[in-house]
């Protein structure tokens, strides 16, 4: 059975850091890509980041130079380091790999607030 399961989420004050992690079982985890979406109450989902098999990162331009996504294949885990936190950050964030086939986790709630 597939599980991805996130953790990490929470209330951060704007400015702040958070590091999202999703442990992953049930795949052959280091041939997935694996990625965050992020979904704010009455928005599409929406990517974050990603990283490939190889390593290969890519991100939204709306978290450049603030969010590192980064991966553990030994641990079969994917990060998120989230830093210089924004209240438009709010949102449920979504863990998801994919191959030929695509696998999402239950999500974790970060919200950013003072």
């Known amino acids: 059975q597939v599980q991805l399961v996130e953790s990490g989420g929470g209330l951060v004050q704007p400015g702040g850091s958070l590091r999202l992690s999703c442990a992953a079982s049930?795949?052959?985890?280091?041939?997935?890509?694996m990625a965050w979406y992020r979904q704010a109450p009455g928005k599409q989902r929406e990517l974050v980041a990603q990283?490939?098999?190889?390593?290969?990162?890519n991100y939204a331009d709306f978290v450049k130079g603030r969010f590192t996504i980064s991966r553990d294949n030994a641990q079969n885990t994917v990060y998120l380091q989230m830093n210089s936190l924004k209240p438009e950050d709010t949102a449920v964030y979504y863990c998801?790999?994919?191959?030929?086939?695509?696998?999402w986790g239950q999500g974790t709630q970060v919200t950013v607030s003072s």
């Open positions: 998801n790999a994919r191959t030929w086939i695509t696998y």
């Open positions: 990283i490939t098999s190889g390593g290969t990162t």
């Open positions: 049930g795949i052959s985890f280091n041939i997935y890509t």
